[in-house]
């Protein structure tokens, strides 16, 4: 099992609603990650955030905005997406920002666009 | 453009085959290296690593891998695979001292293990 806590595990969402992805470390990691995921595709970093703040955004399209209310929280909500937004998000932690901190994925949430 | 290459797309092997899966990254710099597996509908785990040190690194599950520098590889091997091995196999790298862990991934490498 992964110490990275995502949820829900899946979602099926329409256009014009609005909803939240959850991920959740209880290692006291200090840098955290979203990435997506299409099938078949390896993941594609979306947000890092650095003790707690944003230290890269991959030119993601603003209907993704990105949270971190504290050190072991990450969130990512999502605002009128397009059907091509239908992926896998992957969470993922590490100790620290430092690129030799290998990162700690969670199992992901399917995200399905109607 | 700075990439990482996995060469083989998806290798089918019987069981107590050996391995090796191919990676060669582009990134100037010191690199850090990885590699993740990622059973069917499980997450990413991490199976070795390499940032400095002895170039051959030593995983779990019985893999292994061999860091060299002039041919920018980091390829992955295993001298006898099992059943349970099938899975993607990923290979990504950071770049240091950009100290920001923007970890970039290859394509992956599905491997299918037959008993």
């Known amino acids: 099992d992964t110490e990275v806590t995502q949820t829900p595990k899946h979602l099926v969402m329409g256009m014009t609603n609005k909803k939240s992805l959850k991920c959740e470390q209880h290692?006291?990691?200090?840098?955290m990650y979203w990435y997506k995921q299409k099938a078949k595709k390896p993941p594609e970093l979306m947000f890092v955030?650095?003790?707690?703040?944003?230290?890269i955004n991959e030119s993601v399209p603003s209907r993704f905005s990105p949270e971190c209310p504290n050190s072991s929280l990450l969130n990512l909500h999502l605002h009128a997406l397009q059907p091509e937004d239908s992926a896998l998000y992957l969470c993922a932690s590490s100790q620290g920002p430092a690129g030799w901190q290998p990162q700690h994925f969670g199992d992901g949430t399917r995200l399905s666009i109607l | 453009a700075q990439s990482v290459s996995q060469h083989n797309h998806h290798v089918i092997l019987s069981e107590a085959a050996s391995l090796e899966l191919g990676c060669n990254y582009s990134y100037g710099g010191t690199v850090n290296l990885f590699w993740y597996v990622q059973y069917p509908g499980q997450h990413l785990q991490l199976l070795l690593k390499y940032f400095s040190g002895d170039p051959l690194v030593k995983g779990i599950k019985g893999f292994e891998a061999e860091f060299i520098k002039s041919k920018f590889s980091f390829n992955l091997r295993k001298p006898s695979v099992q059943w349970s091995d099938t899975a993607e196999y990923f290979c990504a790298v950071t770049v240091t001292p950009l100290n920001n862990n923007d970890m970039r991934f290859g394509a992956g490498t599905r491997l299918t293990v037959k008993p």
């Open positions: 290692m006291g990691h200090r840098a």
């Open positions: 955030y650095s003790y707690e703040k944003l230290s």
